[in-house]
């Protein structure tokens, strides 16, 4: 048996030799590099020591310019015989991350979607192995503008972030599922397309904001979300959604107890006006700079008139003139310089209001 291993190898070994430029080489390497590595699996010491005999053939011959077979490795890792060899894990890794290392910046995100597929039905070892994979190859992808508004890679960061959030589920897996997820939102708050895709995009910022799994960080980006997609989605789908919207909002801040509030914005990074800006804001963004922030104590006022409000579900009973007056109000009364502010906060809550009451 040992003696036929070892005569398939050589013939495979000849094969490479005759190949006489790259993109031979290259037609060689997704023909057999799969088939050679499974075989580090044998139990066989000779055909082990061969296999690595031929891999390093193939290391001597390998230039930063020679594309590898990404979904044949990615179908090994699948394997859960395979994975059960060190040898194979090992050495597939390895060639995964060359083959990374080789895709343009787009296909760095397409390709890891396949990746998550069905990843909450692994077992545990081979799931903490693909997460393992994934949180080391996502930072690597240095995505331009562009490729952040292509449906295929704006897809694909869904597709992760829905892996992320089936496993959040697990509570061994929830520590890497969260670090997943913020890599992810980190692209989308980036993607005008992003923020036009419905249902995606409210899953994905109610799933940061509301999961019971969630976590400081997460609820600051799917803050961040929110405010992304008030600012760049189409102006008929936010008649759809504008009452969503506002909910998430209106519902977060309300189940925000002040001692907690105050552990928000103690947080290094946070801006004090990151639960607010959608409100005096949403459509005209003329507050951009974090030292026009709004005074922590006048923050509080309005977090207590929002706690004051017992049904927000009841949506017609908080969009009123009445109760925006109200907020206006607690602003104009307590602080200069958020004089500048009411105007543009009073028409952004308007259009909001306008948006889905009409």
């Known amino acids: 048996m040992a003696n036929n291993e070892i005569q398939l190898l050589e013939n495979i070994e ?14 060689k390497l997704k023909i057999f590099l799969s ?33 590898l077979p990404w979904n044949s490795l990615v179908e090994i890792i699948y394997s859960d015989n395979y994975m059960n060899s060190t040898l194979v894990k090992n050495f597939t890794i390895l060639y995964l991350k060359m083959a990374y ?10 390709y890891l979607s396949p990746l998550i597929k069905n990843i909450e039905l692994k077992p545990l070892n081979q799931k903490e192995f693909l997460f393992q ?27 992760l972030y829905e892996g992320g959030r089936l496993l959040s589920r697990q509570k061994e897996s929830l520590r890497q599922s969260q670090s997943l997820k913020l890599k992810v939102m980190h692209y989308l708050c980036k ?9 995606e995009m409210l899953h994905v910022s109610f799933d940061c904001l509301f999961s019971p799994k969630t976590e400081i960080n997460l609820q600051k ?7 992304w997609i008030i600012r760049m989605v189409d102006t008929s789908r936010l008649e759809l959604i504008g009452r969503v919207l506002l909910f998430g909002l209106l519902n977060i801040i309300k189940d925000t107890k002040i001692e907690k509030f105050n552990n928000l914005l103690s947080k290094q990074e946070i801006n004090q006006t990151l639960l607010f800006r959608p409100f005096y804001s949403s459509l005209d963004l003329s507050i951009h700079n974090p030292e026009e922030a709004i005074d922590n104590e006048i923050l ?20 009123n003139k009445e109760n925006v007056q109200a907020i206006i109000n607690i602003l104009e009364e307590n602080i200069d310089e958020v004089r500048r502010l009411v105007k543009t906060f009073q028409s ?10 009409i």
């Not at 290392?101 to 397409?110: Q, S």
């Not at 509080?300 to 969009?319: A, G, P, R, S, Y």
């Open 14 to 27: 000849l094969q490479f030799c005759l190949a006489e430029n790259e993109v031979q080489f290259e037609e």
């Open 35 to 67: 088939p050679v590595l499974k075989k580090l699996a044998t139990p066989n010491v000779i055909v082990r020591e061969k296999v690595i005999e031929i891999l390093n053939h193939f290391k001597k011959r390998m230039t930063n310019t020679v594309k």
């Open 101 to 110: 290392d080789r895709l343009t910046e787009k296909d760095k995100i397409t």
């Open 133 to 159: 994979i994934i949180l080391e190859l996502l930072p690597k992808s240095s995505l331009k503008l562009s490729d952040l508004e292509t449906k295929e890679v704006v897809d694909s960061l869904y597709l």
């Open 191 to 199: 993607s005008k397309l992003a923020a036009n895709i419905f249902p």
């Open 221 to 227: 980006q799917g803050t961040e979300f929110i405010q």
């Open 300 to 319: 509080k006022e309005i977090v207590i008139k929002f706690q004051e409000i017992n049904h927000l579900d009841q949506f017609n009973q908080w969009t």
């Open 348 to 357: 952004s809550c308007l259009v909001l209001m306008l948006a889905f009451l």
